[in-house]
């Protein structure tokens, strides 16, 4: 007969690790997610879905040409996705509307009012775009419609848009529980059990 003996000390060890990485494991499953919606926006241009990416739907005046980061002009919105609240057994992950009111918009979709605000904008867009058009002799610009570039003309027709219009905003879905997101979520669980054991 043989006896074995039980290093209990060895056993509370490992308990005492283990539930360190438990505790841990909302916030480290919330940084997956908040790294995989980022790249949604940056890398992806889409919504990794089952191995295919629904890409984001083009702005109207790039045509067939694929836009470089639609939903990351300024990298606000990129930023503004993180942990919002986290317990023992899960996490949400978002970004708060009174700091980027617009980020439901573009994540749902839907019709929005042109405010003089964004008039005042769209202007601002429309000479920034047009001062690339062709100049005449004496170095001023030209502006008709025949010279400027889509871009400027679509911010032109958007400044020019009567009070109370609405735009139309597609739906550029960037944070979803996709299968691809929790295949990242269970390699980050893998890698973190690998540590303990």
Not at 97 to 126: C, L, N
Not at 151 to 169: G, L, P, Q
């Amino acid at each position: 007969m043989t006896k074995l003996q039980i290093n209990t000390q060895a056993l509370k060890d490992f308990e005492k690790r283990l539930n360190k990485v438990l505790n841990a494991m909302p916030t480290v499953m919330g940084q997956a997610a908040v790294n995989h919606f980022q790249e949604n926006i940056t890398k992806r241009q889409g919504l990794a879905m089952n191995g295919s990416l629904q890409r984001f739907q083009n702005r109207v005046f790039e045509g067939r040409k694929r836009g470089n980061n639609i939903l990351n002009n300024a990298g606000n919105m990129l930023d503004s996705i993180k942990i919002i609240r986290r317990s023992n057994n899960q996490v949400e992950v978002g970004i708060r509307s009174t700091e980027i009111p617009y980020a439901e918009i573009h994540q749902q979709g839907g019709r929005i009012s042109v405010t003089d605000k964004m008039r005042k904008f769209f202007w601002a867009q429309y000479y920034q775009h047009a001062t690339g058009s062709s100049r005449n002799s004496r170095g001023r610009n030209k502006r008709s419609s025949s010279s400027l570039g889509s871009e400027a003309s679509f911010w032109k027709a958007m400044a020019m848009k009567r009070k109370n219009a609405t735009i139309d905003i597609p739906k550029r879905q960037f944070m979803a529980v996709t299968p691809d997101l929790e295949k990242t979520i269970l390699r980050v669980i893998q890698t973190e059990m690998n540590h303990i054991i």
